[in-house]
C-alpha cells in the first residue's frame, strides 16, 4: 500500500495564525494557574533545568546558570543560525520550560497540569511531575510525556500539518519529516562529516517549510481518489450479480475478468487477464498465473491471487504465482510487474474497483 | 529448479541458470558424467582416505622417529635466532631447523629442507613485523638437549632433544608443548620424477651435506645408510621406496586429475598440548567449539571450498581456513599456529595416558596421575614446517599474542556494526525503494541494503543491469541521503566476453590464471565460461584496486562498498568445486601452494581500492566467504550458505565463536538461513541471536520467499524489530569491543571459558556466549522455549538485562524466555553504554545521549569502558576519539579517559545511569570541572535498580557521581 494514501483528506489551508492563537491562549492559561507556584517551584526547577540534558529551550532563560559542564551549555553548535533565530523566538514565548511540541491539537486537553503540579501519562495509570512533559527525558511508560522529543522509544510526535504521528525516532534527527520542520525543531544537522548526498524527497535540517507542495500533493491526490471512486458504480453496475467473495463485495471486481492488459518491463512483456491467466514472454514464454482468488479488504487493499502457473524450473514443485496488488485509480491500469521471488509474480495494479465509495471520501 | 530434486550434486551448477538454458544443457550433461549415487557433500569433497598425501602422512607411524639433530650443529644466528641440522635417517635428507625468540612469550620453529631441488612455498604478506627476544641456548651434552631461555620471558624453556628429534617448551617448568614426541614428523623431500631410465641425477641432492654428520649417524642408522648408498641400483630403490607410494605423482579424483609436477612435498607433525584437556580454534567447520578426537574418523580438514548446503556436526572443510589452535585448561591459555596456506588435514587425539608425552619426558610427572594431552597432528600437502607457539598465558594474552603476529582487526565503519539487510536478490531500483520505505514504515532500522549477483549486466561485476537499475546512483543517494549505505557483490571470476572492460584489460595486460600449456584457465561460475585473476600478483592486485574509484566503477558511489564471494574460488566444474592444483600461478607457484590465501587476497586488494577512492580518508568494508590468517586486518566474513533449519542456527554460535578464537572480530551468520524457509518463529528467534553476534546481516536464497519484517504477522514483526532495535541501542558497547578488538585482538563474541578460565564447566559451553566481558547471552535454538536453562559462572551474580531480575553465581537457572525474549544477562561488576534513543540508522544517532547500565558486584563495584569517534573516518589514528575508563567502587561511578591526549569533540551526553544491585540512597551528587550538582533519582526496591535521570553531562568530559 503506498502510505500516502492512508491519508487521504482535504488539506484546509495553512493554519499558522489559528495556531498561534491557540499556543498564545494555551501559555496563558498556564501561566494564571501556575503563577502562584512558580515562586515555590523556582528552586527545584532550577535544580532541574541544570540536569535538563539537551532541552535548548530552557536554555534562554537560564543559561546564567551554572552548567558549565552540563550539556550542551547553549543550542548544538549545528544549528543553523537563520533556525536558531527562530528557536529563540520560540523560546520566548513559553511560560514554565513547557512547550507542547508533537501534541496533536485534539490531545491537548490533556496536556494541562493539575493542581499539584503533575501530569498524567495518557494511559491514565502514571502521573509524573509537570515539569517532565517534553523536557527530553523520559518519565512515562507509554511514552505520552515526551511527544516532541526522542526521549521515549515509543512516544509519538504528531505532525500538525501533515495530521500523522511520527515516531519519536524521527524528532531532531537531522532529517525532516514533517512537512514543516517541527519535528527538527532543534535544528540538530546530521554530522556534516558525513557528507550525506542531497536526493528529492530527502530534506535534512534545517528544514524548509514544504507544505505548500504537501498539500498540493495531497490536494491532487485527493482529486484523482475522488474521480477514481466516481468510476467505481460503473465497475458495480457491471458486476451486477457477481457480488460476493470473489468479485468484492459488490461485484466490483467482475469488470476486470472482460479484458486483458498489457506490461513492458525490462526483458519482458506480461499479459495480464485477471482471473483467467496471465503469462511472462520474452526469450520464452511462461504462463504464470491462472484462474484468480480475491484476498483483502477495501480498507488494507485487494489482492487478486493467481496461482497455478507453469512449474518449470521453480524451486519445490512450487508453481508460478501472479499476485495483483490493487490500488484505487482513474483507470485500469498495470503499473509495475517483478518477479519479487522465484516464481512469484508482483503486479500494482490501478483500478476504480478498489476506490473507496465516493461517500466516504467526503466524510474525511 | 527441478534438476535440483534428481540431481543434487549438480544443484549447485544451475541454481542460478534458470534463464540460461544453454548453460544449463552444459550442466545436464556434464552432470550424467557424475556419479549420481553419493550424497551431495560427501561425494563433491574429499575423505582423507581419497587424498594421498593425507593418507601418506596418517600412515606415518614409525615406532622411533627418523628425524636426529645433534649439539655440534648449534648455530647462533643472531641473539634471538638459533639454527640446527636434522636429518631424517631413514634416507639421509638434511634439513635445517630455525629455532626464533619473539616478543611477548612467543616462539617460531621453521624446519625445511637444507638443499631442496626446487624452493618450498613460503606464505607471504601474513606474519606481521614482531620484535625479537634475546634467547641463549644451554647445551647439555650428558643427555643430549639444549636448552633455550628466553630473555624477557625467564619463565620459558625451549629443550631440543637431539635423537630422535623433538622439542618441549616449558612454562614455569611445567610442559606446554612438546614436537615430535609422538614421532610423527614426516617431511616428503622434494625430489626427481623416476623415469624408466635408471640413471639420471635425480640423487644429486640427496648426498650427504654435513659428512661428518652422516659419520656420527651412521652407527645408529645403518639400514637406511646402506639403501642410501647403493646408488647404482636407482630403478630397484624405486620400487622398494617406502616412500615411493602411489599418488605421489599423479591422483585422479571424481574426473579431475592432479599432474603433481613437483612430486610429493607434503609435511607433517605432531604437537602435543601437555596438561589440556581442550583445544580450540582451525576454522572454518561446522562442529562444536571445543574439537573433538579425530582418532577412528575424519581429521579436520582446512582447505578453503565452496560447500553446497554444508552439513553440521562436520570436520570437513568450508570457506575459510585458520591453522590456529588454542589450548586452554583452569590455569593457562596457550596457542599454536601452522602456518601453510596448502591444503591441510588436523588429527586431533585426546588421551589421559601419562605414558604418552609425559612418559618420555626425563620423568616428568612421574608417578603422578593421569594428565590430559592432546596430541595434534599437522598435515600439509606442501610448504615447510613453520611453526609459532604463543604461551599465554591468560585467554587475552594468547590473543594479544596471535593478533602481534598476524594483524588486529580492522576498525569498522559504525554502520557495518549495525542491521544489514540482503536478500538474493532485490531485484530492481523500485524493489530498493520499496525496501527502504518498509523499514521506515515499519519503524525497523537498518543501515545497509545489498545487492547480490543479479545487479550486474550478465554477472559482469563492476556493471549494472540497466533495465533494472538504470540510475544506480540516484538509488544509492536516495539511502545514503538518510544516512544509509549499499553494498554490491563483486566476485573474483571474470565472463570470459571481450566485450567486457574488465575481462578485455585483464586479459591484455595478462592477469588471468593460465593452464599449465599457457592458455587462459577457464572455468564454470556464474556468468558461464570465466577467467580467475592471478591475485598471487601484486600487479594484479593493484590493478583490481585501480577498480574502485567512482570514474571506473560506473554508477558507484563512496558509499557503497562490497562483498566479495565466491574466492575460495569456486569453480563449478572444477576438483572439489575448486580451482585445479596443478595450475601455475604467475611467480611460478603451483595452486596447491597458495590455494588458501586467494580468498584473502581478494579481499586486501577490494580494502585497497576502497581506500584509495577516498583517499584513505574513509574506512573501507568488505565483507568476504573465503578466509585465511590475518583476515581480520581486511574486514567481515559470513559462515556462508546455510540452511534455514534449527540446527543451523544453533551452530552459528561454535562456528562463530571458533573464528573469533581465530582473531577474524567481525563474523556473522546469514540470519535466517540462506537456503530454504524459515518459519516465522525460527526467523524470530535467529533475529534474537544474531542480533548479539558481531556481523549481523539477513540474507536468503533466490528460490525462498521473501522475508523482510513487515511480511510476517505483526506479533513477530514486532519482535524482529525489538530484536534490531536492542543490537542498535547496544551499538556504543558493540563499537567499544571493536575498539578493543582492533587495539589488542579480543574477539568481541567470545566463549564462557574466555571470561571464566578457571571454570572447567565452561570449556565445552557453546551454546551459550559471551558479548565482550559483560552479556551472557543465550539464544533459543528449539521451537516452542518457553524456559532456557542458562549456566551463570562466576561468583558476582548476573541481572536479566530486561527484567532486572538477579542471579546469584555460579548457578544453573531457568529463565522465561517467551517468544519475545532470549536469555541474556550482564554479570555484576561490569558497566555496559547503551543508546536508548534507535533512529532509522546509526548515523542519525551519533550525537544521541547515552545511558550506563552499572550492575554492581556483590562487593561493590564495576568496571566498563566506552570507546566514541566519528564512526567512518580514520581520525581515531590521529587521536580523534574519546576512550573512557568507567569504574564504579566505594559508591562513586567515576568517567575517566583512558588517554587524555585523545578527544573527540561530540554533543552526546549522559541521558540516565542504572545501577543495578544497590541500596536506596537519599541523594546523588555529581561532580564535573569541580562544580557539583544535585541529580535526580528513582528507586525501585523490588529489584533494586536505582535510576539517575539526566546527569546531562557531556559524555567526552571527566565526571564522577557519587551516591549517597
Known amino acids: 500500500m503506498e502510505p500516502s494514501q492512508r491519508h487521504v483528506r482535504l488539506m484546509g489551508g495553512r493554519s499558522n495564525p489559528f495556531q498561534t492563537l491557540f499556543a498564545l491562549f494555551i501559555t496563558a492559561l498556564f501561566f494564571m494557574f501556575f503563577q502562584a507556584s512558580i515562586l515555590k517551584n523556582l528552586q527545584r526547577q532550577q535544580q532541574m533545568l541544570i540536569n535538563s540534558g539537551s532541552e535548548v529551550h530552557n536554555k534562554g532563560k537560564y543559561s546564567h546558570l551554572g552548567q558549565m559542564a552540563v550539556a550542551p551549555p547553549e543550542i548544538a553548535r549545528s544549528v543553523h543560525p537563520k533556525f536558531a533565530q527562530k528557536l529563540m523566538k520560540e523560546i520566548g514565548m513559553k511560560v514554565n520550560g513547557t512547550l507542547l511540541r508533537g501534541v496533536k491539537k485534539e490531545h491537548r486537553k490533556y496536556y494541562v497540569p493539575s493542581k499539584e503540579g503533575t501530569f498524567t501519562c495518557l494511559s491514565g495509570n502514571q502521573t509524573v511531575a509537570w515539569i517532565s512533559v517534553n523536557n527530553d527525558y523520559c518519565d512515562c511508560a507509554d511514552g505520552s510525556d515526551e511527544p516532541g522529543t526522542s526521549a521515549c522509544h515509543n512516544g509519538k510526535f504528531y505532525c500538525e500539518p501533515e495530521r500523522h504521528f511520527l515516531p519519536s525516532s524521527r524528532v531532531n534527527d537531522g532529517i525532516c519529516d514533517c512537512c514543516d520542520g517541527s519535528d527538527e525543531w532543534k535544528g540538530v544537522t546530521v554530522p556534516p562529516d558525513l557528507e550525506l548526498p542531497v536526493s528529492e524527497g530527502v530534506q535534512l535540517a534545517p528544514c524548509s517549510d514544504t507544505c505548500r507542495d504537501y498539500d498540493h500533493m495531497k490536494l491532487r491526490e485527493h482529486n484523482i481518489l475522488k474521480e477514481a471512486a466516481s468510476l467505481k458504480p460503473l465497475y458495480i453496475e457491471k458486476g451486477l450479480g457477481h457480488g460476493g467473495e470473489n468479485y468484492g463485495p459488490n461485484g466490483e471486481f467482475y469488470f476486470l475478468t472482460k479484458k486483458c492488459y498489457v506490461f513492458k518491463s525490462p526483458g519482458y512483456m506480461y499479459e495480464l487477464c485477471p482471473y483467467a491467466n496471465a503469462t511472462q514472454n520474452g526469450k520464452d514464454s511462461w504462463l504464470i498465473g491462472t484462474g484468480g482468488k480475491l484476498e483483502g479488504n477495501v480498507e488494507d487493499g485487494y489482492n487478486l491471487v493467481m496461482g497455478d502457473g507453469k512449474g518449470d524450473h521453480c524451486p519445490q514443485g512450487k508453481k508460478r504465482t501472479t499476485i495483483i496488488a490493487f490500488t484505487c485509480g482513474v483507470e485500469d491500469k498495470v503499473k509495475y510487474v517483478s518477479e519479487k521471488e522465484t516464481c512469484v509474480y508482483g503486479v500494482k495494479f490501478d483500478t476504480p474497483a478498489a476506490c473507496p465509495d465516493l461517500e466516504t471520501i467526503e466524510l474525511t | 529448479m527441478f534438476v535440483l530434486d534428481y540431481f543434487p550434486t549438480m544443484s549447485i551448477y544451475i541454481k542460478q541458470s534458470k534463464r540460461c538454458l544453454g548453460f544449463q544443457l552444459l550442466a545436464i550433461v556434464f552432470l550424467m558424467i557424475m556419479d549420481e549415487t553419493e550424497a551431495v557433500d560427501a561425494g563433491n569433497f574429499k575423505r582423507c582416505d581419497q587424498s594421498a598425501f593425507c593418507q601418506r602422512q596418517r600412515n606415518f607411524k614409525p615406532e622411533i622417529s627418523p628425524y636426529v639433530t645433534n649439539i655440534d650443529s648449534l648455530r647462533k644466528i643472531d641473539n634471538s635466532h638459533f639454527a640446527l641440522d636434522i636429518t631424517n635417517t631413514q634416507n639421509n635428507k638434511a634439513f635445517v631447523l630455525d629455532l626464533f625468540a619473539l616478543e611477548d612469550s612467543t616462539l617460531r620453529l621453521k624446519i625445511n629442507e637444507a638443499q631442496p631441488i626446487a624452493e618450498r612455498y613460503e606464505v607471504p604478506n601474513t606474519i606481521e613485523d614482531v620484535k625479537a627476544q634475546n634467547m641463549i641456548a644451554v647445551p647439555n651434552l650428558k643427555n643430549g638437549s639444549i636448552v633455550f631461555h628466553l630473555g624477557d620471558n625467564t619463565n620459558i624453556q625451549a629443550v631440543i632433544s637431539c635423537s630422535p628429534f623433538r622439542l618441549d617448551i616449558y612454562d614455569e617448568k611445567e610442559p606446554v608443548f612438546s614436537v615430535n614426541s609422538r614421532n610423527l614428523m614426516h617431511i616428503e623431500h622434494l625430489r626427481q620424477k623416476p623415469v624408466p631410465k635408471p640413471h639420471e641425477e635425480k640423487t644429486k641432492p640427496e648426498e650427504p651435506e654435513n659428512p661428518d654428520e652422516e659419520q656420527a649417524e ?201 542491521y544489514h539487510q540482503s536478500r538474493w536478490n532485490y531485484k530492481d531500483e523500485q524493489d530498493v525503494k520499496t525496501v527502504d520505505a518498509g523499514f521506515d514504515e515499519h519503524d525497523i532500522p537498518y543501515d545497509c541494503l545489498w545487492l547480490d549477483i543479479e545487479h550486474t549486466d550478465g554477472k559482469r561485476y563492476f556493471t549494472w543491469d540497466t533495465l533494472k537499475f538504470p540510475d544506480p546512483v540516484q538509488m544509492q543517494n536516495a539511502l545514503a541521503a538518510k544516512g544509509r549505505k549499499m553494498v554490491t557483490i563483486i566476485d573474483p571470476h571474470i565472463k570470459v566476453d571481450t566485450n567486457y572492460h574488465i575481462y578485455r584489460e585483464a586479459q591484455n595486460k595478462g592477469y588471468f590464471i593460465k593452464n599449465k600449456d599457457g592458455s587462459e584457465f577457464k572455468g564454470w561460475c556464474w556468468p558461464g565460461d570465466s577467467a580467475y585473476l592471478d591475485l598471487t600478483l601484486p600487479e594484479v592486485r593493484d590493478w583490481w584496486a585501480s577498480q574502485f574509484v567512482p570514474e571506473v566503477y560506473k554508477g558507484s558511489t563512496l558509499n557503497l562498498f562490497t562483498w566479495n564471494d565466491m574466492n575460495e574460488p569456486s569453480v563449478f566444474n572444477g576438483p572439489e568445486i575448486t580451482m585445479h592444483k596443478d595450475i601455475i600461478h604467475g611467480a611460478g607457484w603451483e595452486h596447491r601452494h597458495v590455494h588458501n590465501l586467494y580468498g584473502i587476497l581478494l579481499q586486501m586488494s577490494t580494502v585497497k581500492g576502497q581506500l584509495a577512492r577516498s583517499q584513505g580518508n574513509e574506512r573501507p568494508f568488505v565483507l568476504s566467504r573465503a578466509f585465511y590468517i590475518g583476515t581480520q586486518k581486511y574486514g567481515a566474513i559470513w559462515t556462508g550458505d546455510n540452511t534455514a533449519e534449527w540446527g543451523h542456527l544453533a551452530a552459528s554460535v561454535p562456528m562463530l565463536l571458533s573464528i573469533g578464537l581465530c582473531g577474524i572480530a567481525h563474523s556473522g551468520a546469514d540470519v535466517g538461513g540462506f537456503f530454504k524457509n524459515p518459519d516465522p518463529e525460527m526467523l524470530s528467534r535467529w533475529y534474537q541471536a544474531a542480533a548479539y553476534q558481531p556481523f549481523f546481516r539477513a540474507h536468503a536464497h533466490i528460490d525462498t520467499s521473501r522475508r523482510e519484517p513487515w511480511l510476517y504477522d505483526d506479533k513477530y514483526r514486532d519482535i524482529i524489530r525489538a530484536a534490531i532495535r536492542e543490537r542498535y541501542e547496544l551499538l556504543p558497547y558493540w563499537y567499544t569491543l571493536f575498539f578493543q578488538a582492533h587495539k589488542s585482538g579480543e574477539p568481541p563474541m567470545r566463549p564462557l571459558w574466555y571470561e571464566f578460565p578457571a571454570d572447567v564447566s565452561t570449556f565445552d559451553k557453546d551454546d551459550s556466549h559471551m558479548v565482550g566481558t559483560a552479556l551472557l547471552v543465550q539464544p533459543v535454538s528449539k521451537p516452542n522455549t518457553q524456559v532456557t536453562s542458562v549456566y551463570l559462572p562466576g561468583a558476582t551474580g548476573w541481572f536479566d538485562v530486561k527484567t532486572y531480575q538477579y542471579y546469584p553465581s555460579p548457578n544453573t537457572v531457568s529463565i522465561s524466555t517467551p517468544l519475545d525474549k532470549i536469555a541474556v544477562l550482564q554479570r555484576g561488576g561490569t558497566i555496559v553504554p547503551r543508546k536508548m534513543r534507535v533512529r532509522r540508522c546509526s548515523a542519525l544517532m551519533t550525537h544521541d545521549p547515552y545511558t550506563l547500565f552499572v550492575a554492581v558486584s556483590p562487593q561493590g563495584t564495576a568496571v566498563g569502558q566506552l570507546y566514541m569517534d566519528d564512526g567512518h573516518t580514520f581520525g581515531f589514528q590521529n587521536l580523534k576519539y574519546n576512550y573512557k575508563n568507567l569504574l564504579f567502587q566505594n559508591n562513586v561511578l567515576i568517567s575517566k579517559s583512558a588517554n587524555p591526549d585523545a578527544s573527540w569533540d561530540s554533543d552526546a551526553w549522559l541521558e540516565r545511569v542504572v545501577f543495578m544491585g544497590v541500596s536506596r540512597p537519599t541523594k546523588i551528587e555529581m561532580t564535573v570541572d569541580g562544580q557539583v550538582h544535585p541529580l535526580e533519582f528513582s528507586y525501585e526496591s523490588t529489584t533494586r535498580v536505582l535510576t539517575v535521570r539526566k546527569p546531562g553531562v557531556k559524555m567526552q568530559k571527566d565526571w564522577s557521581i557519587a551516591i549517597q
Do not use: C
Open chain 2, 218 to 418: 651412521q652407527g645408529e642408522n645403518e639400514e637406511e645408510d646402506k639403501q642410501e648408498e647403493q646408488e647404482p641400483q636407482e630403478e630397484e630403490k624405486e620400487e622398494s621406496d617406502p616412500d615411493d607410494q602411489p599418488g605421489m605423482w599423479e591422483e585422479t579424483f571424481k574426473t579431475h586429475t592432479d599432474s603433481k609436477p613437483r612430486g610429493p612435498e607434503s609435511i607433517g607433525l605432531d604437537t602435543s598440548f601437555v596438561n589440556f584437556a581442550h583445544v580450540y580454534g582451525i576454522p572454518e567447520h561446522a562442529d562444536k567449539m571445543a574439537l573433538k578426537s579425530t582418532v577412528g574418523s575424519e581429521p579436520y580438514r582446512l582447505y578453503n571450498l565452496d560447500v553446497f548446503e554444508y552439513e553440521l556436526d562436520s570436520r570437513a572443510a568450508l570457506y575459510g581456513s585458520i591453522p590456529f589452535m588454542i589450548g586452554h585448561n583452569s590455569k593457562r591459555t596457550v596457542g599454536l599456529l601452522w602456518l601453510n596456506a596448502a591444503e591441510t588435514w588436523v588429527d586431533v587425539d585426546s588421551t589421559e595416558d601419562n605414558k604418552g608425552v609425559l612418559g618420555t619426558l626425563f620423568g616428568y610427572f612421574a608417578g603422578e596421575e593421569a594428565v590430559p594431552e592432546v596430541n595434534v597432528h599437522w598435515m600439509s600437502e606442501s610448504g615447510v614446517i613453520d611453526v609459532y607457539f604463543m604461551l599465554g598465558r591468560n585467554p587475552a594474552d594468547v590473543m594479544r599474542q596471535y593478533t602481534k603476529l598476524t594483524g588486529t582487526s580492522y576498525m569498522p565503519p559504525m554502520w557495518a556494526t549495525t
